[in-house]
């Protein structure tokens, strides 16, 4: 349901953010120039890029992209604007890929990659994890472990209108 009108609009407010944090290096380099920026900008910004990626591709394209060094500051933003029904769909997305949360891109796709051939159903390997739950315990897992995760997501209402008022609140603050 995620419907978006004008008035939704929290882009003024993170303008130049988007523009100037780097998302796209390391996970110092983000830590870095985020941090020339007020904290509650860094929480729109990351909810921004967020639905982005996410209405574009699914959580699995958000992690494999470089939006996803964003997540951790994504799940702590949704709480923030009063969206926990985000965040916990993200912070389980999040937590499919382990811990420590793998902010530089290749160590990300490299435990997508084992996430998925681990759960790979079609190889009819006895080793595989996914083969070892269907015949030995009977759960049937999907082969891409993020779509229920997705439907959920979708299934919300958009959390624009939240983030304008988050927004609003705080930079009358400053």
């Known amino acids: 349901m995620l419907d978006f009108t004008e008035e939704d609009d929290f882009w003024p407010y993170i ?3 988007f523009d100037r944090v780097d998302i796209y290096q390391t996970g110092e380099v983000f830590l870095e120039t985020a941090a020339e920026f007020p904290e509650w900008k ?4 990351a909810i921004h890029w967020t639905g982005s990626e996410v209405t574009n591709g699914g959580l699995e394209q958000y992690f494999y992209n470089g939006t996803g060094i964003l997540a951790p500051e994504a799940v702590a933003g949704f709480r923030k604007i009063g969206r926990n029904d985000f965040a916990d769909v993200l912070q389980q997305a999040v937590d499919l890929l382990g811990e420590p949360y793998p902010r530089d891109r290749e ?7 084992q996430l998925f051939s681990w759960l790979n159903l079609s190889s009819g390997s006895t080793e595989s994890i996914g083969h070892f739950l269907e015949s030995e315990l009977g759960i049937t897992i999907t082969e891409n472990p993020f779509e229920e995760l997705n ?9 624009a209108p939240d983030a304008v008022r988050y927004a609003e609140s705080n930079s009358e603050s400053e």
Do not use: K
């Open 15 to 17: 303008a130049e953010a």
């Open 42 to 45: 860094i929480d729109l910004l």
């Open 107 to 113: 160590a990300r796709f490299e435990r997508l990659t």
């Open 151 to 159: 439907d959920r997501y979708f299934e919300l209402e958009h959390f």
